[in-house]
């Protein structure tokens, strides 16, 4: 089993950075990525950058160039850095842990862009 805390959410104004970060506990060592998902209400919920065990990252074009996902194995944290935030970045964003038993999901940090 695999435990996932996000946090870092919050609301900002448009152009503005936020941090998120997600602790994993557990089942580390069972995890082969990490990834940073979103949902916007109303909308399906969509990839928005992934980083493998061996430091791989793939982002979503929606936020290439403005987001950058890292890792730092002795804390089990995973982060997201989000510059130039847009209001359609508005959305929850939830990490995801894919492991050799399945993929595990945290509870989501809400991050509100305003124009």
């Known amino acids: 089993q695999v435990q996932l805390v996000e946090s870092g959410g919050g609301l900002v104004q448009a152009g503005g950075s936020l941090r998120l970060s997600c602790a994993a506990s557990?089942?580390?060592?069972?995890?082969?990525?990490m990834a940073w998902y979103r949902q916007a209400p109303g909308k399906q919920r969509e990839l928005v950058a992934l980083?493998?065990?061996?430091?791989?990252?793939n982002y979503a074009d929606s936020v290439k160039g403005r987001s950058t996902i890292s890792r730092d194995n002795a804390k089990n944290t995973m982060y997201l850095q989000m510059n130039s935030l847009k209001p359609e970045d508005t959305a929850v964003y939830l990490c995801?842990?894919?492991?050799?038993?399945?993929?595990?999901w945290g509870q989501g940090t809400q991050v509100i862009v305003s124009s």
């Open positions: 995801n842990a894919e492991s050799r038993d399945g993929p595990y």
């Open positions: 980083i493998t065990r061996g430091g791989s990252t």
């Open positions: 557990g089942s580390i060592f069972s995890i082969n990525a």
